[in-house]
């Protein structure tokens, strides 16, 4: 085991599950070597315009460890360490490419092992879903495309470790998949698997009313539907907003107020039912929860599922293979 120090530059955290896969990475570090561990933090972004994650949470979320130090403000050495620590670049999703030559300019003999760390599902797709992803967003199609081909590149090309929360189980056609145990412990530190579970189904909102994908209205009648589908069935339902929702978008629908991601909160990993669209938070509890998840469809977002890419399709269908329409949900949910 070597008593060499490491430096790790973490780039691309824009939420707190993110940091979860980090901090699983960070843990291996510690488990696997003597030496002094330095993370410098190039920041926190957000989704939408909302920021939801913070310099407070890198520091939190990060292993507990003497031997381990966060830095979160402006350092010099976060893109040039010493020669006597060896250099780890954790990025989240796919390494960033200026962050990346910034550091080869200032270290050329001294350049960093790249580690790639999950996004969420985007990560298990193609460069055509990370561009429908951003069109999504706005901004048109040639910008989308141009930015999707240069990150897919730079996974293909500067990647040397990717450290995946789901790994391919062997040579199995079609693929199946399993939890990598490293990265779900990590999950399962901060929120152990329910004793109980709780009667209620919880959906799992995502920012459709946001990114103009549905008007409030049809989004706030699916949810109704889906609401008295759950009623049917003797199930309690709450809603789990999503950070980039609309204030007061809920109304009179009721509502479980949460702090950070829905597979971070107990009360949702403690449902009888998750339910949502294609999500990673849905994967997520399925995955590693052993939650009943359902996939409800809406004709207006049909297309979502279309543009999938095969590994993010296979991961849904081992995972969360139930799928409904709204109006067929209650018999499937009384099960």
Do not use: C
């Not at 913070?54 to 020669?83: K, M, Q, S, W």
């Not at 730079?154 to 040579?171: C, M, N």
């Not at 939650?291 to 543009?307: K, M, S, Y």
């Amino acid at each position: 085991m070597t008593e060499r120090p490491v430096a790790v530059t973490l780039s691309g955290v824009r939420n707190r599950t993110h940091l979860v896969h980090a901090a699983s990475y960070v843990r291996h570090l510690l488990d696997s070597r003597a030496g002094e561990v330095v993370v410098r933090s190039l920041g926190t972004g957000g989704f939408l315009g909302r920021t939801t994650v913070t310099a407070e949470d890198v520091i939190g979320f990060l292993p507990d460890d003497p031997r381990l130090t966060v830095r979160t403000g402006p350092d010099p050495a976060a893109l040039a360490p010493g020669r006597e620590a060896d250099w780890v670049y954790l990025a989240v999703g796919a390494p960033g490419i200026k962050p990346w030559a910034r550091m080869v300019v200032h270290q050329p003999l001294h350049r960093p092992h790249v580690v790639v760390v999950d996004e969420g599902l985007g990560t298990y797709g193609t460069w055509r879903t990370r561009r429908d992803a951003w069109v999504r967003q706005g901004g048109g199609r040639l910008w989308p495309t141009l930015r999707a081909v240069a990150v897919s590149t730079a996974v293909a090309r500067l990647t040397d470790e990717r450290w995946a929360l789901y790994l391919r189980d062997g040579l199995h056609e079609p693929t199946r998949w399993r939890v990598n145990p490293p990265v779900a412990d990590e999950f399962r530190r901060r929120v152990p698997a329910p004793g109980a579970r709780t009667d209620r189904a919880v959906y799992l909102a995502q920012p459709w009313v946001a990114l103009g994908l549905m008007p409030a209205e049809d989004y706030l009648a699916h949810l109704r539907e889906i609401g008295a589908a759950a009623a049917a069935a003797g199930l309690g339902f709450v809603v789990r907003p999503h950070p980039a929702d609309p204030d007061g978008l809920y109304r009179d629908l009721p509502v479980a107020v949460g702090h950070g991601p829905a597979e971070m909160d107990p009360e949702v990993v403690a449902a009888r039912v998750a339910l949502g669209a294609t999500s990673t938070a849905l994967l997520n509890l399925a995955a590693l929860y052993g939650t009943t998840a359902v996939r409800v469809r809406h004709p207006l977002l049909a297309h979502l599922d279309r543009e999938l890419g095969p590994d993010q399709r296979s991961l849904l269908d081992q995972f969360v293979p139930l799928t409904a329409a709204a109006e067929d949900l209650a018999p499937l949910l009384a099960r």
